[in-house]
């Protein structure tokens, strides 16, 4: 069965760095558009960002401009996502995604464009 894990949530100050990874079971995966994606109680997934196959083209959502930095590995099948300068708002769970679109060149922003997702991973940032 494919799989997405996804590591490294956890408790920081604010101010603090974390860095998620997202392990993809399967080689398949190292051909796909990803993406992270957050959610808090009560709101909806969106995207936080997102990246084409290869790490050609990113995108991040305005207020993790300049603090987030998502990559990939793709001998690895593994994506990470390095968020520092954490702000209090930045608490959610965050999951990764893949975009069953073979050597996709762009990133994709919507979560209906995502067939497989991890399971999640607890950010909490204190202030």
């Known amino acids: 069965q494919v799989q997405l894990v996804e590591s490294g949530g956890g408790l920081v100050q604010a101010g603090g760095s974390l860095t998620l990874s997202c392990a993809a079971s399967?080689?398949?995966?190292?051909?796909?558009?990803m993406g992270w994606f957050r959610q808090v109680p009560g709101k909806e997934r969106a995207v936080v960002a997102a990246?084409?196959?290869?790490?050609?083209?990113?995108y991040y959502r305005d207020s993790v401009k300049g603090r987030f930095t998502i990559s990939r590995d793709n001998p690895k099948n593994t994506v990470y996502l390095q968020m520092s300068s954490l702000q209090p708002l930045d608490t959610a769970t965050y999951y990764c995604?893949?975009?069953?679109?073979?050597?996709?060149?762009?990133?994709?922003?919507?979560?209906?464009?995502?067939?497989?997702w991890g399971q999640g991973t607890q950010v909490t940032v204190s202030s």
């Open positions: 995604a893949a975009v069953t679109k073979p050597y996709g060149s762009r990133p994709f922003l919507h979560v209906y464009e995502y067939a497989y």
């Open positions: 399967e080689r398949t995966y190292s051909t796909y558009p």
């Open positions: 990246i084409d196959w290869n790490g050609g083209s990113t």
